[in-house]
């Protein structure tokens, strides 16, 4: 059996402001839940009744301050993540914005902060953002990708006790949240997941696989079950 055969979607958004004149890019800092202790973009789960675009707006607001018009946030690509014996897939819609108002500002959720393009902490982020981020730098997108994932030997990933619980928690209430409507089928990866800033580079996960096409000619819409691509914007 396929161990990365997924059953069912989970929508995402991810939002990577720039700053092209000045070659920097605005980063998140993950304080907890999914992902913490990593940089990354800024996004999240779509609500019920929103598109992707909508979503995007509305979590970019929330955790860093700033507000995009719509007409300014161009799509960039469509990630599908897949997890080692995890039946759910996040299929993360990509976008950049170069325009934005209000004044940056720190959260609960995320600590944001500009970096050199020359000086992007890799390191310290989601193993796949070296292959696919670089494209979106060089203005090579709209791309479609396919990440692979699988979990680090335990002795690599040792989980930090006094965050374990409450990271686990998060995670959960955060998925049982975006399903509250439908038929529960929360994601192993999200929701049994703790990431601990004691854990090595990258987090728990190591990528064991990745797909990527470049200049597509739109921006694909949506992912099949079977990872490929159902539609495209206009």
């Known amino acids: 059996m396929d161990p990365f055969r997924i059953t069912s979607k989970k929508v995402l958004t991810l939002v990577m ?10 980063l998140g800092y993950k304080k907890r839940g999914f ?10 789960k779509v609500e019920p009744g929103e598109t992707p675009q909508q979503g995007a707006i509305r979590e970019l607001e929330e955790e860093a301050g700033i507000t995009v018009k719509s007409e300014n946030l161009q799509k960039a690509g469509l990630l599908l993540f897949l997890f080692e ?3 759910v897939g996040l299929e993360t819609h990509v976008y950049k914005a170069e325009t934005y108002e209000g004044q940056i500002r720190e959260c609960d959720e995320m600590r944001p902060q500009w ?3 020359a000086d992007i902490p890799f390191d310290q982020m989601w193993e796949d953002d070296r ?22 030997p335990l002795e690599e990933s040792i989980p930090d006790p006094s965050t374990h619980s409450s990271t686990i928690a998060t995670a959960a209430e955060a998925v049982a949240t ?3 409507s439908e038929p529960t089928i929360l994601s ?5 997941t703790s990431f601990t800033a004691a854990q090595p580079k990258n ?3 190591a990528m064991s696989d990745h797909h990527l096409e470049r200049l597509l000619p739109a921006a694909p819409k949506e992912i099949t079950l079977d990872g490929t691509i159902a539609t495209f914007e206009s």
Do not use: C
Request: hydrophobic share 40%.
């Open 131 to 152: 292959i696919w981020l670089p494209v979106l730098l060089k203005g090579q997108d709209p791309f479609f990708g396919r990440m692979y994932f699988k979990r680090k």
């Open 188 to 192: 192993k990866t999200m929701t049994a």
């Open 178 to 180: 975006t399903f509250s």
């Open 17 to 26: 402001v720039l700053d092209n004149e000045q070659q920097k890019i605005l």
């Open 85 to 87: 014996n995890d039946p």
């Open 35 to 44: 992902g913490a202790h990593l940089w990354n973009g800024f996004g999240g």
């Open 203 to 205: 987090g728990p996960f």
């Open 115 to 117: 970096f050199d393009f």
